[in-house]
Nanobody, 114 residues
Framework: QVQLVESGGGLVQPGGSLRLSCAAS????????MGWFRQAPGKQRELLAAISDTGTSANYIDSVKGRFTISRDNNKNTIYLQMNNLKPEDTAVYYC???????WGQGTRVTVSS
């Protein structure tokens, strides 16, 4: 069984940066495409960024394009989300997910506020 543990969230001022990590553990015999999602209070969970199994391809929604970068280290079974120029509307709980597996971790909370 696969487990995902997100970390790196916190309180940051507008314009600041954070780097989120997502460590995968458990029965992983295949490398999967993965993504970062977020859920703001009162809103549906949304997909922000996706990265291919090899890490050579990535896609972003328009609202984070140019500010967020998704990456991965398959040797460490970890994906990352570098978030720059954070805005108050980025406040949410952030989750990673393996697209092919129906499992969600606990997420990591990001609060952007002055």
């Amino acid at each position: 069984q696969v487990q995902l543990v997100e970390s790196g969230g916190g309180l940051v001022q507008p314009g600041g940066s954070l780097r989120l990590s997502c460590a995968a553990s458990g029965s992983i015999s295949v490398i999967y495409a993965m993504g970062w999602f977020r859920q703001a209070p009162g809103k549906q969970r949304e997909l922000l960024a996706a990265i291919s199994d090899t890490g050579t391809s990535a896609n972003y929604i328009d609202s984070v394009k140019g500010r967020f970068t998704i990456s991965r280290d398959n040797n460490k079974n970890t994906i990352y989300l570098q978030m720059n120029n954070l805005k108050p509307e980025d406040t949410a709980v952030y989750y990673c997910k393996i697209f092919q597996i129906d499992y969600w971790g606990q997420g990591t909370r990001v609060t952007v506020s002055s």
